[in-house]
């Protein structure tokens, strides 16, 4: 990743050693927590059940992490994750308890979009349930994920409920699914959508699919670019069909598979998305049946999971662009209206961006990453925001150091020297006053 922001570095090499310009800042906004419930139905071998996938994903950076006891150098959060199903007067149906941990050698930051999952199988009577995900961690920290779902054997309501993502489709006898849900994650690139339909509705036509965007998430991606169905949803490569039958688990990797049977009943529509320029938002994802013009609506969104939090402040996001804008820009920058400005600073990071076919900008998303850790990584008693001093101007620009050497004798001034034995190929070295501030005096090339 460090790689992705070197182009942008080196154009902004003669503003990276200025002082950093002062503000008044008020602390960064929090995005919401990113739980998501996974649930997915296919009809089984009775017509008034359905087999289904049931589970949760949630984000590791909206856990609570802590040093794990007797282990030095690794810490470890503990949850439990809670799924319920009612059936409409309120009877639990379902309900399974996981009880989970996940252990990481560094501390994850809010920004780390990395997720863990669980999944579980179980068949149901069709009907009309509320579904529940409800994590909880030290009594006292909770999220909690709602929804409802109609199991039945209409079209529309097989193929809602069926509605699954798969990255790859491994091989002729099996397609495992992404424990995504009915969410698709932002930055990814390209993703088969999978869904079930009943062989009385779609006949043998060859079906075609569309994507609409019905509602973007946040006001300062602007464009109609959206989801492409690639090849064209009217090529007869774009829609393949196959048989579905029995669930499997993959433990390992806590996904669940198709087994693809033989069937006569049931048709398994596969659709590749192209969502290099989606933008985050709600989806509908149309299967048509051309000879007759049925339509069936699949609901589906693409969210981003743990958005840079510096986007919800944007005079603050301009703050810690600093080091990479010149004196000009900065300008620009801040005397843009408030409404506009975050939608001007995606612009100058599209501007920027190594992947520009990509809606997601792996430069911005790192950039802002650094900034955050920064902020509490490098902050002492006298400079309350570490992503504002020299040392985290360093490290927003460089990453992390290779190698950190300290120097805090009592009667003179202290020094810390950062080693950069990577593409870098520099060594900073920073008197620490008695203050307790540091300041970068010298920059020297290894």
Not at 232 to 247: E, L, M, Q, Y
Not at 287 to 306: E, K, Y
Not at 376 to 384: C, D, K, W
């Amino acid at each position: 990743m460090n790689r992705l922001l070197v182009p942008i570095l080196l154009l902004s090499i003669g503003v990276a050693w200025s002082q950093p310009r002062q503000r008044s800042l008020q602390p960064a906004m929090l995005p919401a927590s990113n739980v998501v419930g996974i649930f997915h139905a296919f009809p089984s071998q009775s017509l008034d059940s359905s087999q289904c996938i049931i589970g949760y994903r949630v984000v590791i950076g909206d856990l609570l992490f802590r040093q794990r006891g007797g282990a030095v150098g690794e810490f470890i959060a503990h949850y439990t994750a809670t799924i319920e199903l009612r059936d409409t007067l309120g009877v639990v149906r379902y309900a399974r308890v996981f009880r989970d941990s996940v252990i990481r050698r560094t501390l994850p930051d809010r920004l780390s979009p990395e997720a863990v999952a669980n999944m579980d199988t179980v068949t149901l009577a069709n009907g009309t349930y509320a579904v529940s995900v409800d994590i909880m961690q030290e009594q006292r920290q909770r999220m909690l994920w709602q929804s409802s779902i109609a199991l039945g054997s209409t079209p529309a309501l097989l193929a809602s409920a069926s509605l699954a993502f798969a990255s790859t489709l491994e091989h002729d006898t099996r397609i495992c699914l992404e424990p995504w849900g009915g969410v698709i994650p932002f930055g990814t690139r390209w993703v088969w959508a999978l869904c079930a339909v009943p062989r009385s509705w779609s006949g043998r036509d060859e079906l075609t699919v569309q994507a609409r965007l019905v509602r973007q998430h946040y006001p300062f991606y602007r464009g109609e670019d959206t989801v492409v169905v690639t090849p064209p949803a009217t090529d007869d490569r774009s829609i393949f069909v196959r048989p579905v039958g029995a669930i499997e688990p993959d433990v390992q990797q806590r996904r669940a598979c198709l087994a693809l049977l033989p069937s006569s009943q049931l048709r398994l529509v596969e659709a590749l998305l192209d969502v290099r320029r989606a933008i985050p938002g709600d989806y509908v994802l149309d299967v048509i049946r051309p000879t007759t013009r049925d339509t069936l609506h699949l609901s589906f969104r693409i969210q981003w999971f743990a958005p840079p939090v510096q986007l919800f402040q944007s005079r603050y996001a301009l703050a810690v662009m600093q080091y990479v804008l010149t004196d000009d820009e900065y300008r620009t920058l801040a005397d843009t209206p408030d409404s506009d400005r975050v939608a001007a600073i995606i612009r100058w990071w599209q501007s920027q961006d190594p992947t520009p076919a990509t809606r997601y900008n792996e430069a911005m998303v790192e950039y802002f990453r650094r900034a955050l850790q920064a902020r509490s990584s490098y902050a002492t008693a006298t400079e309350s925001d570490g992503a504002l001093t020299e040392r985290g101007k360093i490290f927003i620009l460089f990453g992390a150091p290779s190698r950190v050497e300290t120097d805090l004798d009592p009667g003179r001034p202290g020094m810390e020297i950062w080693y950069y034995t990577n593409a870098v190929r520099k060594r900073f070295t920073f008197e620490v006053s008695q203050q307790g501030r540091y300041r970068l005096r010298k920059i020297e090339s290894l």
